[in-house]
């Protein structure tokens, strides 16, 4: 399977949509119009819907540390929802890199090395949900009974001790430069086990280099943990685009030799046609994930959004939609007619 990488984007100023008023289904366009903004800054943006009206109604993505600022304003209002995205670490399992993350006592001792609800209440202000394995407690597919792994900084000393850990020998955790303050925030645990971290921050220029070695896998990457973001589109069958791409012997994102058994696994999820048994199915990948220790789970980020206090706008738990959205008659473009 072949995986493309985005090494440049060309975006026009504006899109505009017009809304097809000769839609063959009953439900149909709310809006009139939508423009999608590409001329500005986030920072723009969120002074433009926050200070006033008239040129911004909805600013996606908006980062937890501007949470505070956009439920302060006189204009908009924050929308949140558990989204189908997550955040976690990579390992690094190629024997060539020394396969000390091949031990899964390593692996585990890293996962309760972190303290999961302290992330997600200082690190993302709130605005996320700890992980058990890789899929998020609201989509299908999360295992039954899946808690996340509470911190015990002894026993992942411990464990870090049993499996041979080397004297002196620094744990290295890459990061994109836009998570580096969950990079830190696990470095900060990690580091209490009595390991040494160093965390590299990798900039927006070399992203793209960064991706192509993991995605190519001509190259070992020089790091143990990578911390990672994705998303799933859907919440119906979280391993045919999450699962399969960390662990898959066609995933984009697996950092060691293929794995036969996710692939036996993943094998007998794509062979079932009855819902309840492929629901089961996706079940038995997570649940391998978490007895494995196969990522390091962190979170579930929430989608954040700064809407016109006169827009009704519904979020989504997987993409941004606005077949729904709507706006009152107080809304600045019917007040000017």
């Not at 993302?124 to 949900?129: E, P, Q, S």
Request: proline share 6%.
């Amino acid at each position: 399977m072949a995986t493309n990488i985005i090494t440049a984007e060309d975006r026009s100023e504006r899109v505009v949509l017009e809304a097809n008023r000769d839609h063959n289904t009953d439900r149909c366009a709310r809006l009139s119009q939508v423009v999608f903004r590409n001329d500005l800054s986030p920072g723009s943006a969120l002074d433009l819907v926050c200070d006033q009206e008239g040129e911004v109604d909805i600013v996606t993505e908006v980062s937890p540390a501007d949470a505070d600022r956009v439920q302060d304003s006189r204009h908009a209002r924050l929308v949140t929802i558990d989204a189908n995205r997550i955040v976690v670490g990579i390992f690094n399992t190629w024997p060539e890199h020394d396969g000390l993350l091949t031990d899964r006592r390593v692996r585990e001792a890293l996962n309760i090395a972190v303290d999961h609800d302290r992330l997600c209440r200082e690190t993302l202000n709130g605005y996320a949900t700890p992980l058990a394995s890789l899929t998020p407690s609201w989509c299908n597919g999360c295992f039954p009974g899946a808690e996340p792994r509470r911190r015990d900084a002894d026993r992942a000393r411990a464990l870090l001790n049993e499996a041979g850990w080397p004297e002196g020998r620094p744990l290295s955790i890459a990061t994109p430069a836009s998570l580096a303050g969950v990079a830190e925030a696990v470095a900060r645990d990690v580091r209490e086990t009595g390991l040494t971290v160093d965390v590299t921050s990798v900039p927006d220029d070399g992203l793209v280099a960064g991706a192509r070695m993991l995605i190519e896998k001509k190259l070992v990457p020089p790091w143990d943990v990578l911390i990672h973001a994705w998303f799933d589109l859907s919440s119906d069958l979280p391993p045919a685009v999450v699962h399969r791409e960390f662990f898959g012997s066609d995933g984009a994102f697996r950092a060691g030799p293929p794995n036969a058994e996710f692939d036996r696994l993943f094998g007998d999820l794509m062979s079932r046609i009855d819902p309840q048994e492929a629901r089961q199915g996706a079940e038995a990948i997570d649940k391998w994930c978490y007895d494995e220790a196969a990522v390091l789970s962190l979170c579930a980020p929430q989608a954040l959004y700064a809407v016109n206090q006169h827009v009704d706008f519904k979020a989504y738990r997987a993409t941004f939609e606005l077949a729904d959205t709507e706006v009152s008659a107080d809304h600045w473009s019917r007040r000017s007619r």
